[in-house]
């Protein structure tokens, strides 16, 4: 079936600290994945992608994994601020343009 | 110039009144979305188009009537608003390669 899910709906870390927000895919045909930031009052913003034809994925302080022999992605997230307080969504795009996304995780930033 | 513009950015409306949410985008993109966000912050795809032709419909009430002029617009329509429909919804858009949804600043709609 088609989902995408979190395991942690909430995840507090210490300001300076690594973050690591996991997700779980169900689709293996899935060949496109995206993780997106949604600040309070804001549309979804885009952070980093990644094709299936990868395993890792790095930008600007932030990395995707991927493991498609588990069907598992996960979003680091290197010395974390204040401004990454937000909502994490994996999403997965599948045929026809869909994307469909999971539940989220609310990043709390402890000072 | 912002991206994906959707208007209004708040609405607030009776139960049983129709009501319409614009959305364009200036990205030169061929798809466009539309999403509900519930309270919960669940994302809930609604409808896709592309090249103004409808491509995905999620099981959405009759209620809801999405319409896309070209393809750089799609607007919803709603009519007969129900408490239920009470959420913020998004609007997207996406070039048809593997890339990422551009999303609007979203669209709180409250039904009292």
């Known amino acids: 079936g088609e989902s995408v899910g979190l395991h942690l709906p909430t995840l507090s870390v210490q300001e300076g600290d690594n973050s690591i927000i996991n997700c779980a895919y169900s689709n293996s045909a899935s060949d496109y994945f995206i993780w997106y930031k949604q600040e309070s009052g804001k549309g979804p913003q885009f952070i980093i992608d990644i094709r299936s034809n990868m395993d890792k994925r790095q930008g600007q302080r932030v990395t995707v994994l991927l493991n498609k022999t588990v069907k598992h992605l996960s979003l680091q997230i290197a010395a974390t601020q204040p401004g990454d307080s937000a909502v994490y969504f994996c999403?997965?795009?599948?045929?026809?343009?869909?994307?469909?996304f999971g539940k989220g995780t609310r990043l709390h930033i402890l000072p | 110039d912002t991206a994906v513009s959707q208007t209004p950015k708040y609405l607030v409306t009776q139960m049983g009144n129709d009501k319409s949410i614009k959305c364009e985008q200036n990205?030169?993109?061929?798809?466009m979305y539309w999403y509900k966000q519930d309270s919960k912050k669940f994302l809930k795809i609604m409808f896709s188009?592309?090249?103004?032709?409808?491509?995905i419909n999620e099981t959405v009430p009759n209620r809801f009537s999405p319409k896309s002029p070209d393809k750089a617009h799609l607007n919803l329509h709603i009519n007969s608003l129900e408490l239920g429909d009470s959420a913020v919804y998004f609007c997207a858009s996406s070039s048809t390669v593997n890339t990422e949804a551009f999303f609007g600043q979203g669209t709180r709609l409250t039904v009292v």
């Open positions: 188009y592309n090249n103004k032709e409808l491509i």
């Open positions: 990205l030169g993109h061929d798809t």
């Open positions: 999403a997965e795009k599948l045929w026809q343009d869909k994307i469909i």
